[in-house]
């Protein structure tokens, strides 16, 4: 098996090499994707998934086009709008396809700079959030280490390495300031029990893993003080689209007191949409419900709702920490009045 060097995925001999996360923890397999039906694939079962991620999957997908269909013309724009929307919340998605796309006429190596750049830049931006993101928490817990809840998958497998509000735990892990993290499962299709605890259990950071409901009555408890989401797309207004159950996971942290923070780089943020109500929510087969892996769970022909995302509104949000900068919103700061700062990584020149 061809190594991707702790990466989720990367371009490796001419292919998209990814790891593929529907295998994991029980076997860790990649996947050489070589064409853009089999990128939309992937992206649709999620054998890659998480915003940034799937950006980087969506940039090296028009490469691939490129490869089949040339510098332009129907079959590359055909190609090109099948891949931007395999799926719809993420902004990350369409964002980065259009962003490679608009270089098609200056040939593939030029679009292959700019996949690669992309993917790059997701690097810096995790080490950056990472960094924010830590210092942040210590402040709002103001203790010297924090017990950190999380739901879904946050980490290197959903970006490129590291991750987003998974980021800001290892950091704090490695800054010895994580007491423990707390991972919510994520129902249904089990991506904080499968995927976070693995990534915590490779970075050697003490955790327990919570069912869903378990989580407002533990921060009730006080057995948390801080909550960190990562997100799938940051609406102008500062309202979060992000895995199913954030909504209540951020009801349950209010109604604790606990700190709410969501963890998104800048490639999240979409000031062209104005609120939550505006952001496309993708619906999934319901069979994703009604059994957990291979085994059914409900009598058969049991119909089933499987939003997989919701919105939790600003007004529950503490802070937004992005790769280049600290939105209090508890303070009164917004998206608009708080400007760019310093990307915080050994990778700041990109
Ligand atoms: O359906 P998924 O697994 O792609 O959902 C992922 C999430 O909701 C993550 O929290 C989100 O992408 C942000 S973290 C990189």
Not at 178 to 183: F, G, P
Not at 201 to 206: S, V
Not at 225 to 245: F, H, M, S
């Amino acid at each position: 098996m061809q190594s991707l060097g702790g990466r989720s995925l990367d371009w490796v001999d001419g292919a998209v090499l990814m790891v593929d996360q529907t295998r994991l923890p029980d076997s860790y397999e990649t996947l050489r994707i070589e064409s853009v039906p089999d990128m939309v694939a992937a992206i649709r079962r999620l054998s890659v998934r998480g915003a940034p991620a799937i950006g980087v999957a969506g940039a090296l997908g028009v490469v691939l086009a490129m490869q089949a269909h040339g510098t332009s013309g129907e079959g590359l724009d055909s190609a090109v709008a099948f891949l931007r929307q395999a799926r719809p919340t993420a902004v990350n998605l369409a964002r980065m396809v259009d962003r490679v796309a608009a270089l098609a006429g200056q040939g593939i190596d030029r679009a292959l700079r700019e996949a690669l750049r992309i993917r790059d830049e997701e690097i810096a931006a995790s080490i950056s959030m990472g960094e924010y993101g830590a210092d942040l928490v210590l402040e709002l817990v103001n203790k010297p280490s924090a017990r950190a809840m999380t739901i879904c998958n946050t980490g290197g497998l959903a970006t490129i390495e590291r991750g987003t509000a998974l980021a800001v735990i290892q950091t704090l892990h490695e800054r010895g300031s994580l007491a423990e993290a707390l991972a919510l499962e994520t129902r249904p299709l089990l991506q904080g029990a499968r995927l976070t605890t693995w990534e915590l259990g490779r970075m050697g950071a003490p955790h327990r893993l919570l069912v869903d409901s378990a989580a407002p009555f533990m921060l009730a408890r006080r057995q948390a003080d801080v909550v960190l989401t990562g997100a799938d797309r940051v609406a102008a207004n500062g309202d979060t689209a992000n895995k199913i159950g954030t909504f209540s996971l951020a009801l349950g942290a209010r109604n604790a007191g606990v700190p709410f923070i969501v963890v998104a780089p800048e490639s999240t943020l979409d000031f062209e949409t104005p609120d939550g109500q505006s952001i496309p929510i993708e619906d999934r087969d319901g069979d994703e419900v009604v059994s957990v892996r291979t085994a059914t769970t409900a009598p058969e022909n049991t119909r089933a709702a499987n939003p997989a995302f919701d919105i939790t509104p600003v007004s529950l949000i503490t802070a937004i920490v992005t790769d280049r900068r600290v939105v209090r919103l508890d303070r009164g700061d917004n998206l608009d009045s708080v400007p760019l700062g310093e990307l915080r990584s050994p990778h700041a020149e990109l």
